[in-house]
């Protein structure tokens, strides 16, 4: 890539938009369906909507992916200003977002769409790492390079551990959540969202 980079994602990365200004990232929204109603994720619609409305009526929100044409409207501008453009997409076993951004890349230069197999958070940090993964001591890896990753200093375990983490069928009947209950989560994002932002503040500011 001989131009300049530009980091790119879809909404389920779910970086706040301070994260997102820090590391100069743009995010293309999924479309949010609750009921009759149809949002944009991060533009119009909050996590925060997803429990007031389930404890209105039990309406549970579903998705939809970013269109070929709207990932043309998305990229192209960042294409007009000179960049190459990396974008990091949900899981393809989970959204046709990836495979949309495939599509709109084809008639614009420069667009590397990139599937990460990952949702949420998982998506959120190889975004932050692509940004500059300098704060964090990652570098670039060329052929050949071997990572060894140890899961455990005993050397004498012998078991396996199974990290899939397979989400539910789509139509799966999920079970009833009590106000109660969607309280007690709504307190554990905000705690889990302060231990990394807090995190995130300890990296240098090379600026």
């Known amino acids: 890539m001989s131009k300049p980079v530009f980091i790119t994602s879809d909404s389920t990365c779910d970086l706040t938009p301070e994260l997102l200004e820090r590391f100069n990232v743009k995010t293309a929204p999924l479309h949010v369906l609750l009921g009759e109603d149809t949002y944009l994720d991060g533009v119009n ?25 709207e990932f043309t409207d998305f990229f192209t501008p960042l294409v007009e200003a000179g960049y190459e453009v990396i974008f990091l997409s949900i899981s393809s076993g989970l959204s046709g977002t990836y495979q949309n951004a495939v599509i709109a890349a084809q008639d614009l230069p420069g667009i590397y769409p990139i599937d990460t197999h990952k949702l949420t958070t998982g998506v959120g940090d190889m975004v932050i790492w692509a940004g500059d993964g300098s704060r964090f001591g990652l570098g670039k890896s060329i052929p050949g390079d071997t990572l060894r990753l140890t899961l455990d200093k005993n050397a004498d375990f012998t078991g396996t551990i199974d990290l899939d983490l397979v989400p539910p069928r789509a139509g799966a009947q999920l079970p009833s959540v009590s106000a109660e209950t969607a309280a007690l989560n709504d307190m554990r994002k905000a705690r889990e969202d302060s231990i990394r932002n807090a995190y995130v503040a300890t990296f240098p500011d090379i600026d």
């Open 45 to 69: 619609f909050t996590q925060e909507m997803i429990f007031e409305r389930y404890a209105k009526d039990k309406t549970l929100p579903r998705t939809a992916a970013v269109s070929p044409q």
